[in-house]
């Protein structure tokens, strides 16, 4: 289930109301949940593929609020990215636990339009690959020889985890609705491999007139076992994820997708037939292949580019391959959320069949804007074949207006040369940047006022996420805020990897959060000194009435006073004259 | 008013060891918890743009119950015993009579109406008279139950508050100290159980409960009187029906299914996925309030959140339409209070 919230996918609304014609899910709570997810199948270290742990069940937090998904930004939706999801692996016969451990923060990637027939309204797919962190293993792992396996091989506390995600369902009208489906594996995670994505041997999407037939292929070649990742690559027939293969697309191709070389006159050379399977072997396996090479095409395969073939009447066509040199590179983490003038540092792995390679250089282009920029527009790999590069934010200026910062982007790889990047042969698609959210500069006031500095802040929240005024209490009222102080300071200093941070979204800078904790924490007691005013605002009324709501309020806390009969309404307004003192400085 | 069996105070009474009360207040825990499931129907029944006062006061005594639980909660656990909380068997499945009670009364989940709260929530909460003279007892009331309580706790003094005071909970994020406090001496047991008797009741004299605030029988009755219930030197008992008017559109509830429940939905549906979500939703905070109350104070913040999480999912629940009922009459769906181990 995603349940994501859409107002704030328009720039418009950060500063209007919300209206009948918002998009499909303006009431989004932003929620991310496991639904009848299960372990369908594994691929055991001496090949097995059948355990105890198949059919339990995979879940996340059973105790806690839900995890989030969330974009960074409007002007940046591709990158979405779940928040605060605890993952769980449960025997459901006994109810006892297998694993548990947290899901490290990552963006999805390799988006492309997967599916051929998508009544559910998307038929784009994206893969996301992360790790689980501080993984605790349960009594039910010791009846898992597959479990116990992974507990034994993996390290850091961590697991590997990649998750293909497709058929969303826009339709309103039914138990679809904001959901879609995944299907993923699980895997030993080791020291010195990147957190958030692959970067092994890559074949280059299967492209035919522009669109992508077939997606691309991580593989990996291990002495002469060669592991491949269908995944993500292959295309579906429905929401279910039923794969298709070439051959389902294109009469003229009479097998599925083969391994092999490309020759020096463009011929292909078949090296291991490969089968495309249903949808039973895509939950089984989770689209991930292995077969053993022959020694000598191993040997060669381990030094020349590999490429994707099938057959046709014309014989073995090449459809896809690796870079020319089979060199491939990543970013890990790529998505940065920056308070002006803040730093952050950029890894990107780089590869060549598979190895690490130093002293590669990896170029970068100037950044989209000035607030961001790169140490360095030419970087070379250290011993591991990473390239660090610190990336330096500056204050925006406030381009936007209502929306707060700027997203600014730096393309990457290793072709080219510095500060001209070129795109091709990299592997990579165009959301391959490096992409930040630089947040507009702010000086904390001294004494936050409500119209002033809280107002303006919590009325884009409340336009943007109606779901809160329309189901909790309005974001913008003086008084709910008042009256809901305790609660918001609460959800406004948690953690950021909490479930329950607040703003869901993660876009308010660090200065602005501690101001509006500041106004909050100030709110103790003194209806009156809280009610001062800094600069007249244009609806006289409406302070008047927030007066009397919040004068309300605070007999209502300190109670005591129904007994003088106070109760005071907005009719009483005009009867009961308002003191100069209460408004503070109002000439 | 809530009846109880007879023979619960003299149980108390007999007592010789906290370990003896153990589950008279678990059972007092459910009894608190019991009567959550119809108010917050009944909210979740009210549009969320109207009958906003209805609402707000009909959602301070859900808070107020909650803190109620928490005080038996932190009781408990005093006495060194452990709450249960997360299991089917910890909710009841309405309509039901409620924990302890000797069945009289059958509480169950309803859309919002006035009705609904003159027959069923003042009915809970109703104090008993002050005097009750009669020949044969063949009921006890919670005010009984809980004085009982209080004075084989007094009685039995500070050995039997031998539990591990690192449990209790006591978090002021949520409420102020004055409302939700550590419970380590008989004098603190003292002071929770006026707190929750008089918080439901007032007192013989009074309709106030300790903070100066309505006691949860006359907040109802100004929803069913229709205007605030206001300090009037010249009225019988000091007060009067006679403050603003509580404004209700009786065209801004949803016909929410009474005592909705799992089986029968559509699983494909839009509604039967909601309904499942809010169970599952609703099972987490089951969950959370068992760690909670089980030696994790700490998981109190997990809790409030998904508190909120389910009034989200409940609003999302009750907009729902689920076809007609026997006359006719369009129906939505209710929320269920089911206990599931995992999202389906």
């Given at each position: 289930m995603s349940d994501v919230s859409t107002r704030n996918n328009i720039a418009g609304n950060y500063a209007s109301p919300p209206n009948p014609t918002d998009l499909w899910n303006r009431l989004g709570g932003s929620t991310f949940s496991f639904i009848d997810c299960v372990v369908s199948g594994v691929d055991g270290p001496a090949g097995e593929d059948h355990d105890a742990a198949i059919g339990w069940r995979v879940g996340d937090a059973e105790d806690r609020p839900s995890a989030k998904m969330i974009d960074l930004d409007p002007a940046w939706q591709f990158s979405s990215e779940i928040w605060g999801l605890e993952v769980r692996i449960v025997d459901p016969s006994s109810g006892a636990l297998a694993l548990r451990g947290q899901y490290r923060v990552a963006s999805f990637r390799d988006l492309f339009a997967r599916q051929l027939s998508a009544p559910n309204g998307q038929p784009r797919g994206g893969r996301y690959v992360s790790v689980v962190e501080n993984v605790e293993w349960g009594p039910a792992a010791e009846n898992s020889a597959v479990l116990r396996s992974l507990r034994d091989t993996t390290e850091g506390g961590r697991l590997s985890v990649c998750m293909h995600v497709f058929g969303y369902w826009y339709r309103a009208d039914n138990g679809h609705y904001t959901t879609g489906s995944v299907i993923g594996s699980i895997g030993p995670w080791r020291s010195g491999e990147p957190l958030s994505v692959v970067v092994a041997r890559r074949i280059q999407s299967f492209v035919v007139q522009g669109a992508v037939i077939m997606g691309p292929l991580d593989f990996e070649l291990d002495d002469e076992r060669l592991s491949m990742d269908f995944g993500h690559a292959l295309q579906i027939a429905d929401d279910h994820g039923t794969p298709l293969s070439p051959r389902q697309r294109f009469n003229d191709v009479t097998s599925d997708p083969a391994l092999g070389f490309i020759e020096s006159d463009g011929r292909f050379t078949l090296a291991a037939s490969l089968t495309v399977g249903d949808l039973g072997w895509y939950r089984r396996t989770g689209g991930v292949v292995s077969i053993e090479l022959a020694s000598d095409v191993a040997a060669r395969a381990r030094q020349t580019p590999m490429a994707l073939g099938v057959e046709t009447s014309n014989g073995w066509v090449p459809v896809a391959r690796e870079t020319h040199d089979g060199v491939f590179a990543r970013a890990d983490d790529f998505v940065f959320r920056l308070d002006a003038g803040a730093t952050a540092e950029a890894h990107v792995h780089v590869r060549r069949f598979g190895k690490p390679i130093a002293n590669r250089p990896v170029y970068f282009d100037a950044a989209s804007s000035n607030a961001l920029q790169s140490a360095a527009l030419d970087v070379r790999t250290d011993a591991s074949g990473v390239a660090r590069v610190e990336l330096a934010s500056r204050d925006p200026g406030n381009p936007r207006g209502v929306i707060d910062g700027q997203i600014v982007t730096i393309s990457y790889g290793v072709r080219g040369s510095p500060g001209a990047v070129d795109p091709g042969d990299s592997g990579l698609d165009a959301l391959d940047v490096l992409v930040a959210h630089v947040r507009d500069a702010y000086t904390i006031p001294d004494a936050p006022e409500f119209h002033a500095d809280i107002r303006p802040l919590m009325q884009q929240y409340a336009y943007l996420y109606p779901v809160m005024s329309v189901h909790l209490f309005n974001l913008a009222d003086y008084d709910a805020l008042v009256r809901h102080r305790r609660l918001l300071i609460h959800v406004f200093s948690r953690n950021i990897q909490d479930p329950n941070y607040m703003p869901t979204t993660r876009d308010l800078s660090e200065p602005k959060r501690q101001m509006l904790l500041r106004w909050l924490q100030s709110e103790t007691g003194d209806a009156q000194r809280a009610l001062k005013i800094a600069s007249a605002p244009d609806n006289l009324a409406g302070v008047v009435e927030d007066h009397i709501a919040a004068l309300n309020a605070f007999y209502a806390e300190t109670a005591s006073d129904l007994k003088r009969g106070s109760v005071l309404t907005p009719s009483s307004a005009t009867s009961t004259p308002i003191d100069a003192d209460m408004l503070g400085g109002l000439s | 008013m809530i009846r109880l069996a007879v023979g619960l105070t003299e149980r108390i009474a007999s007592a010789s060891a906290a370990a003896d009360l153990h589950d008279l207040v678990q059972a007092a825990i459910q009894l608190e918890f019991a009567t959550i499931p119809p108010y917050l129907t009944a909210m979740l029944s009210l549009h969320p743009d109207k009958n906003r006062e209805v609402w707000s006061i009909i959602h301070s005594v859900v808070v107020d119950e909650m803190l109620h639980m928490s005080l038996a909660c932190n009781l408990l656990n005093a006495i060194g015993g452990r709450p249960f909380i997360a299991s089917a068997d910890f909710v009841p499945t309405y309509p039901t009579a409620l924990p302890l009670g000797i069945g009289d009364l059958t509480v169950g989940l309803a859309a919002y109406s006035p009705a609904v709260v003159k027959s069923v929530f003042m009915q809970i909460e109703e104090p008993e008279a002050p005097l009750v003279f009669a020949a044969l007892v063949q009921y006890e009331t919670i005010g009984m139950f809980y004085e009982a309580l209080k004075h084989k706790l007094m009685e039995l003094g500070s050995a039997a508050f031998m539990g591990d005071p690192a449990r209790q909970v006591s978090d002021?994020?949520?409420?102020s100290s004055s409302r939700l406090f550590a419970l380590r001496t008989p004098e603190d047991a003292t002071r929770a159980i006026d707190l929750i008797v008089r918080d439901g009741e007032g007192t013989s004299v009074s309709p106030l409960a300790p903070e100066g605030t309505l006691a949860h029988y006359y907040r109802f009755q100004q929803l069913v009187e229709g205007r605030r219930l206001v300090a009037d030197a010249s009225a019988p008992n000091g007060f009067r029906f006679a403050g603003a008017p509580i404004a209700y559109d009786s065209a801004g509830v949803w016909p929410v299914r009474a005592n909705q429940s799992l089986t029968g939905l559509d699983p494909d549906s839009l509604g039967g996925r909601r309904a499942r979500q809010f169970a599952y939703v609703f099972s987490k905070l089951m969950r959370a309030l068992q760690r909670t109350f089980d030696g994790e104070p700490d998981q109190l913040d997990a809790a409030m959140g998904l508190m909120f999480e389910l009034k989200l999912a409940g609003q999302g629940l009750v907009s729902v339409a689920d076809g007609v009922d026997d006359d006719g009459s369009l129906v939505h769906l209710g929320p269920v209070f089911s206990y599931v181990s995992f999202n389906e």
């Open positions: - | 002021t994020s949520w409420f």
